[in-house]
């Protein structure tokens, strides 16, 4: 009877742990945004998101988040104005929040719905692919979230009377590592 007992336990035991959640934090990460104007062509970069990613029940949930003032575009006068445009001292991170199946996590490319908040506005982008590569313990995505000044209702800049083009796709890199 003790045996029995005893597989019971490890049965029980072996359960919960396999319920525990899945933990990923965000190791690095490149965001990206490009604009666009008839005159001359603008990146912005961060490389300072941080993130985390819980799997449980066959959902995973995942926050990134930047600060507004860690893009930079190699142009200190341009990035005041860019802070300027996006209200960055009033709405200083832009987060950007998905959810998708576990059973996803084998896939190549992976469609998630993602909703970014940026300069007090929400944005939500339906069926946005993403590639998938693993590495290791690592786990790489990149995808191309299509924003547009719109979205978040900023009004475009101008430069010599002409505005910038109203879209403004971010580019995202990251490099995700299962929590041990």
Known sequence: MPGFVLILLLFGTARLVAQAPEQWVLEASTLTYHVSHPLHQTEGVS??????????????SFLVAAPVQS?????????LHMLQVA???????????TRLPATASSL???????DV???????HYAHVPF??????NDTHISGLIPATLSDFKIDPPALFGIPVKNDVPVRVELTWRKAS
């Open 47 to 60: 490389h300072a998101a941080r993130g985390k990613g819980v799997c449980q029940a066959g959902e995973c």
């Open 71 to 79: 893009f930079s575009s190699g142009d200190s006068n341009r990035d």
């Open 87 to 97: 209200r960055g001292a009033q709405f200083p991170m832009v987060t950007v929040r």
């Open 108 to 114: 190549d490319t992976i469609f998630a719905d993602v």
């Open 117 to 123: 908040e940026f300069a007090g506005q929400s944005a």
């Open 131 to 136: 590639q998938r590569v693993p590495e290791g």
